[in-house]
């Protein structure tokens, strides 16, 4: 494929992102003629509905419904899966692998739960499959990861991978906005679904650091052993603390190697206002690496995004045209189908620093009991933050905001419930991890 | 090559990247093994002086005097040129390239200069020339430009390309040190070179421009085009009030396309602190990149270094052994050998907002008469700044900082010698231009 002149290619869901992979090859074909050789010839757009497709002005000889036919055609030599979902999708997949065709594609969610069985597929069919707008949109993350950090052991990585996610918490933080308010103001702007779940409770983002994990520590990754929380429990009170305490919180998808396992987790995080992942704001998106050689790198851009990340996919068919794809899918020893199963520490090992908020009654001897609490399970408090008693102390407690050293978090947790059944506590404490620089080995 | 189990490498020069691209070859190469195939055989280390090579604990065996038969040994497929400079290292580069091994280099100086005429000899020769490290050391933007934003025509680029310049002005910012106490704890801390005309001078900073814009444009760029300007003459009080303003310096490698044409320049530049460039800091680099699809994407990391350089060395070796290297340079057409000259624009005519400040006489009716020769030469001021007179004001002026729309530079100077003329004007004007957000097309 990689001598002819041009590159057959069929696009399989005609959506956001197919829309607009399809514009890039069509309205900017000389954009890319001009710029990599064999040349990119759009031969089938697949969909069941061309309402967008037609509002983008694609040529109506492309839009077909004959899926078969599309996959089939002996001049197209990679299948674009745009469809998303795990069902259809992976069926549109195998498919186009068992006719020789690489695919690309976008989809994280399938990718997450079936990419080694898929990668194997491709394998035992002599073909590829890219995945580059799987993860963080337009922005090379992936390619980072297998080719540019090829020569480093990845000891740590930590991504903003959720645009809504992370809209949603700039609105809060800088203008003091409460979750529903900026959730509301996100979804009136097109950049939150109306129904949020998959962003909010951190699945999107677990489905991403999931193929990162892999990528990154050449291991295979248990999808379903990931820790996940999500924004949707924030309160803005603690976003206010946490900023007196220099602290920025984020949406952070964590992969960390300890020893020969690894810890991975996404959860809301308090990050330094230092560390450049805390300038990421809006519908960004931002990865940083951690490798042995390189020490820290970052990658930052548009997550998500019609052309974007249609910038990802077309990077993609331009690397399968080119024969790199199919050299880094034989060559790499990372994809998980070629790789052992990663160790994955059980969510109670994770080890961080901790901001946890206990809402205490206004009188004396009540810190020394918490105190006795949290030092009875070996957790080390860093410093201590107690403002005036609000109007309501009475009824709810007030705040008493603690930092604490490197824990466990099964110790902070166990402690919590403690703290939590004492008769001077009058509401339920909220724990976030604090992420602190990752350190850089030469 | 690529088929087979391993590929020979053969590096030049023993220095500070030489050293550490041969120790991730050999001490870590466990660590590449579990990563890629085919294995990375390090076959002969040459240079003159072996003491680093010696405290880097490296075998004895690989090292050598004798270029010719390390070149020549037909077990190598790859020579990584690490001696820096433009005559010995063009020698050994065109020497390898005859021989029919790949070639993998740093050498940005060598590159501006001639790498046409390299690539070209190159692909005479049927093999290829890799040079990841030669810009922003461990940051992969070279693979961005070539390979993840390959579906974009880009429309701007500005690179913090130089990590001493960038601690630097991070000091001057940071701690109010003049320039003269900041160079000489750069010099001090090892971050700053005894000579550091190269660095401070701007001329390294363009020489990654060089590349960097010939590859973001697709055109063969004139190095001796690019108009430079260091940091060396500035001056802390600027530093000061553009902070007033909400910028900070940063020495700024600047590509935009204008029209048909290219506008290049290297100079120190006020950015706005909400532009993601404005947080790096210390010896970092960031290239940031717009694309007409990704939008704004930016790449961040160690921008020099032994292992952090020997990184994006040892990258593309790898991606020589796995012939990713070899299919990008035969299928992009970014590269200088293939492409058109760039319409290098005049710098006169670089558009841009400015800061000036002019040091005038604390009296009435004097800011009419700057404001004067400004609005004859279409100049349109945006903001003015005067602080109370300081105490040496009879002397020097006070200084009137004013910001402009955009303006042409050619005009910005021809006025500013007019106002330096003026009797009423104590010293001459100093002049920084405004970098804004460059706007995302979509």
């Given at each position: 494929m990689e001598s002819k002149a041009s590159l057959g290619v069929t696009i399989v869901g005609c959506g956001t992102v197919g829309g607009g992979a399809a514009t890039l090859l069509t309205r900017d074909r000389e954009i890319l003629a001009a710029r990599i050789a064999p040349a990119l010839e759009l031969r089938h757009v697949v969909d069941v509905n061309f309402a967008n497709a037609r509002r983008l002005g694609l040529d109506e000889k492309l839009l077909s419904t004959d899926l078969d036919r599309a996959i089939s055609d002996p001049a197209v030599g990679v299948?674009?899966?745009?469809?998303?979902?795990?069902?259809?999708?992976?069926?549109?997949?195998?498919?186009?692998?068992?006719?020789?065709?690489?695919?690309?594609?976008?989809?994280?969610?399938?990718?997450?739960?079936?990419?080694?069985?898929?990668?194997?597929?491709?394998?035992a069919n002599g073909v590829c499959i890219a995945f580059e707008a799987s993860c963080a949109g337009g922005v090379p993350i992936l390619r980072a990861l297998c080719d540019g950090l090829i020569a480093n052991r990845i000891d740590a990585l930590?991504?903003?991978?959720?645009?809504?996610?992370?809209?949603?918490?700039?609105?809060?933080?800088?203008?003091?906005?409460?979750?529903?308010?900026?959730?509301?103001?996100?979804?009136?702007?097109?950049?939150?679904?109306?129904?949020?779940?998959l962003d909010v409770a951190g699945t999107d983002s677990a489905h991403k650091l999931a193929i990162l994990a892999a990528l990154a520590f050449?291991?295979?990754?248990?999808?379903?052993?990931?820790?996940?929380?999500?924004?949707?429990?924030?309160?803005?009170?603690?976003?206010?603390?946490?900023?007196?305490?220099?602290?920025?919180?984020?949406?952070?998808?964590?992969?960390?190697?300890?020893?020969?396992?690894?810890?991975?987790r996404v959860c809301p995080s308090f990050i330094s206002l230092e560390h450049p992942l805390a300038?990421?704001?809006?519908?960004?998106?931002?990865?940083?690496?951690?490798?042995?050689?390189?020490?820290?790198?970052?990658?930052?851009?548009?997550?998500?995004?019609?052309?974007?990340?249609?910038?990802?996919?077309?990077?993609?068919?331009?690397?399968?045209?080119?024969?790199?794809?199919?050299?880094?899918?034989?060559?790499l020893r990372l994809w998980p189908d070629l790789a052992a199963p990663a160790e994955q520490l059980p969510p109670v090992e994770t080890r961080s620093r901790y901001y946890l908020r206990v809402m205490a009654e206004d009188r004396p001897g009540v810190f020394a009991r918490i105190a006795e609490v949290l030092g009875r399970h070996e957790i080390s408090i860093s410093s201590v933050l107690q403002h005036e008693a609000p109007e309501n102390a009475q009824a709810f407690g007030v705040p008493v905001v603690i930092t604490t050293h490197s824990a466990c978090d099964g110790a902070v947790q166990q402690a919590l419930v403690e703290v939590d059944a004492l008769d001077v506590i009058k509401a339920p404490s909220v724990r976030i991890g604090i992420v602190d620089e990752h350190p850089e080995q030469f």
């Open positions: 299948v674009v899966e745009l469809v998303g979902g795990t069902t259809f999708a992976r069926r549109v997949i195998e498919q186009a692998l068992r006719a020789g065709k690489h695919v690309v594609t976008a989809n994280k969610a399938l990718l997450a739960h079936h990419g080694a069985e898929l990668y194997a597929l491709a394998r930590y991504g903003i991978v959720n645009g809504t996610c992370n809209y949603i918490l700039t609105q809060m933080t800088d203008r003091g906005q409460s979750y529903a308010d900026a959730l509301a103001d996100a979804q009136r702007d097109g950049l939150a679904e109306a129904d949020p779940t050449g291991r295979r990754v248990d999808f379903e052993k990931i820790p996940v929380a999500g924004i949707d429990s924030l309160e803005l009170c603690d976003l206010r603390y946490g900023r007196e305490l220099g602290y920025v919180v984020k949406l952070l998808a964590i992969a960390q190697r300890r020893g020969r396992g690894v810890s991975l300038w990421v704001s809006g519908p960004f998106n931002a990865v940083s690496v951690y490798g042995h050689a390189t020490g820290h790198t970052m990658y930052y851009g548009r997550g998500a995004g019609s052309l974007p990340t249609a910038s990802a996919v077309v990077a993609d068919i331009a690397s399968v045209a080119m024969g790199v794809a199919p050299r880094l899918f034989e060559n």
